[in-house]
C-alpha cells in the first residue's frame, strides 16, 4: 500500500538514502563514478537540514508497503526558465527534486508523488510549475512528458565536474497532474 505524507525531521535519512540512491540510479553511465560513489549520507543528511532549515521547500515522502520509496521537494521557483519575465511570470513553483529508489520505478509512485506536489501547491495557490532535467535522462524526460510537461528551455549545468544541458519542463495549469 502507497502513503505519501509530507516530510518530518525523522524522515531525515531515509530522505537523504533515497536521494544518494535515486542519483546513483539515476546517473549512472552518465556522471563520474567517483563522483557518485563519493555522496556520503553523513554529507547529504547535513545538506537536507540546511536545505530544511531555509524554510521554503517542502517535501513529500512516498512508502510502499511502509518502506521508503520515494520523495519529492518543492516549493516557489527558483530557477525560472530563460527569458521569463519577472514581472510577470508564467511560473511560481519549482520541483526541486524527484527520486525513486529503481526497484519502484514504472509503478506509478512518481506519478503519485508528482500529484500530491500539485494538490499541495493548489491549496497553496499555486497552479504552474516547472523542473530542470539533464538532457541526457531520457527516461525522466518521457516520464514528465506523459504527465503534460512541455520543454521551455534550457541552460548549462555542473554535475561531478562535468558539463551537462539541463532542459526545463513546465506546466502553466498543474490540474494536469492532479487529474493523472
Avoid at 536521494?19 to 549512472?28: L, M, P, R, S
Avoid at 527558483?78 to 519577472?86: A, L, R, V
Wanted: net charge positive.
Amino acid at each position: 500500500m502507497l502513503e505519501i505524507n509530507p516530510f518530518d525531521e525523522n524522515d531525515l535519512s531515509d530522505v537523504s538514502r533515497l536521494h544518494i540512491e535515486g542519483w546513483k540510479a539515476t546517473y549512472e553511465g552518465l556522471v563520474d563514478p567517483a563522483f557518485l560513489n563519493s555522496l556520503s549520507l553523513s554529507q547529504r543528511e547535513s545538506e537536507w537540514r540546511a536545505w530544511l532549515a531555509a524554510g521554503d521547500m517542502q517535501v513529500l515522502l512516498a512508502r510502499q508497503a511502509g518502506h521508503p520509496a520515494g520523495f519529492i521537494s518543492f516549493g516557489r521557483l527558483k530557477t525560472p526558465p530563460p527569458g521569463m519575465s519577472p514581472i510577470r511570470p508564467l511560473y511560481g513553483s519549482e520541483i526541486y527534486a524527484v527520486y525513486l529508489l529503481p526497484e519502484y520505478w514504472r509503478h506509478g509512485i512518481g506519478t503519485a508523488l508528482m500529484r500530491a506536489a500539485a494538490e499541495t501547491l493548489k491549496g497553496q495557490k499555486q497552479t504552474s510549475l516547472c523542473l530542470w532535467v539533464i538532457e541526457q535522462n531520457t527516461r525522466a524526460q518521457a516520464f514528465y512528458e506523459r504527465l503534460g510537461g512541455q520543454r521551455v528551455g534550457k541552460k548549462p549545468a555542473d554535475i561531478g565536474g562535468k558539463k551537462f544541458t539541463e532542459i526545463c519542463y513546465a506546466w502553466r495549469n498543474t490540474n494536469v497532474l492532479i487529474q493523472t
